[in-house]
């Protein structure tokens, strides 16, 4: 069981440094692996890049959720899993309710 949780939080790390330089360069993450397919530097729009932002806070917040319920008892499991849910509804009503700044 610790050996476990151990592992989970060594798989973790490189997991949580992505998903910090997804919310802080949400233009680079985007176009990491595609950026040779265009000539000129392109333009990401402000929707998308409040997307990116909404997902890795949401990863960030449901990862731990996920991994750690697996190791604690399954009622625990099911309430996790409800509460991951509620954030993604409300984040998605922000995200698809909110104006774009162009």
């Known amino acids: 069981m610790i050996g476990e949780i151990v592992i989970a939080l060594i798989f973790m790390i490189p997991l949580y440094a992505f998903f910090i330089w997804t919310y802080n360069c949400p233009e680079d993450s985007f176009l990491f692996g595609r950026r040779w397919k265009y000539e000129e530097e392109p ?22 959720i996920v991994i750690f319920t697996f190791f604690l008892k399954q009622s625990v499991f099911g309430l996790a899993l409800m509460a991951f849910m509620f954030v993604i509804v409300v984040g998605a009503v922000i995200i698809f309710t909110g104006k774009s700044k162009t």
């Open 43 to 64: 333009e990401v729009s402000s929707d998308v890049i409040r997307y990116m932002k909404f997902t890795s806070i949401v990863a960030m917040i449901g990862s731990p």
